[in-house]
T-cell receptor, first 110, second 115 residues
Framework: DAKTTQPPSMDCAEGRAANLPCNHS???????VYWYRQIHSQGPQYIIH???NNETNEMASLIITEDRKSSTLILPHATLRDTAVYYC???????????FGAGTILRVKS | GAVVSQHPSWVICKSGTSVKIECRSL??????MFWYRQFPKQSLMLMAT?????????EQGVEKDKFLINHASLTLSTLTVTSAHPEDSSFYIC???????????FGSGTRLTVV
């Protein structure tokens, strides 16, 4: 399975934007970038996904570089409840299984 | 929409006994479900793919005779940890995908403690 690289941890002040980077230099043209997060002792929660274009939903924005070798997840106004492990994964549209890397621990601090 | 329910949320069992964990898709049908295991401070590790009406596909290194998976209907998959030992203590999580336009939905997980 294809590999992503994320920083092990990041801090963010409450109310500020949290920008979480992900490198995926080996991504192929038909693989989607997915972001999930896991709050302590819970199942992962879907955040957003995209292929080429930037995407936005009620939770976050996803910025994908033109060469698709990296992406950034943006939480526009981080709250304490956004403290979690964030995972960047890529997957074929009709792919079957999600394989998780180490993720980034985001700590939102007041 | 796309809710996955997992039961029980936690269980304590004695060494040598078996434990069954259920994963249900509440508002959609899932021909495929996935089972993960997570040890403290580690990422999720995919154990197996559960296929409705057929045998599960196990990841390398996962003992199929120890972790029995049954996917008898389009809304229910079960994972049975047989002859559990303390090293099987872990957080077990299932997931399913409603369709290719949706992301995967995860259950809330089951904390298994074997004493």
């Amino acid at each position: 399975d294809a590999k992503t690289t994320q920083p092990p941890s990041m801090d963010c002040a409450e109310g500020r934007a949290a920008n979480l980077p992900c490198n995926h230099s080996t991504i192929s043209g038909n693989e989607y970038v997915y972001w999930y997060r896991q709050i302590h002792s819970q199942g992962p929660q879907y955040i957003i996904h995209g292929l080429k274009n930037n995407e936005t939903n009620e939770m976050a924005s996803l910025i994908i570089t033109e060469d698709r070798k990296s992406s950034t997840l943006i939480l526009p106004h981080a709250t304490l409840r956004d403290t979690a492990v964030y995972y960047c994964i890529f997957l074929l549209e009709y792919g079957n299984k999600l394989v998780f890397g180490a993720g980034t621990i985001l700590r939102v601090k007041s | 929409g796309a809710v996955v329910s997992q039961h029980p949320s936690w269980v304590i069992c004695k060494s040598g006994t078996s434990v069954k964990i259920e994963c249900r898709s509440l508002d959609f049908q899932a021909t495929t479900m996935f089972w993960y295991r997570q040890f403290p401070k580690q990422s999720l590790m995919l154990m197996a793919t559960s296929n409705e009406g057929s045998k599960a596909t196990y990841e390398q290194g996962v003992e199929k005779d120890k972790f029995l998976i049954n996917h008898a209907s389009l809304t229910l998959s079960t994972l049975t940890v047989t002859s559990a030992h303390p090293e099987d203590s872990s957080f077990y999580i299932c997931s399913a995908r409603r369709s290719y336009n949706y992301g995967y939905t995860f259950g809330s997980g089951t904390r298994l403690t074997v004493v």
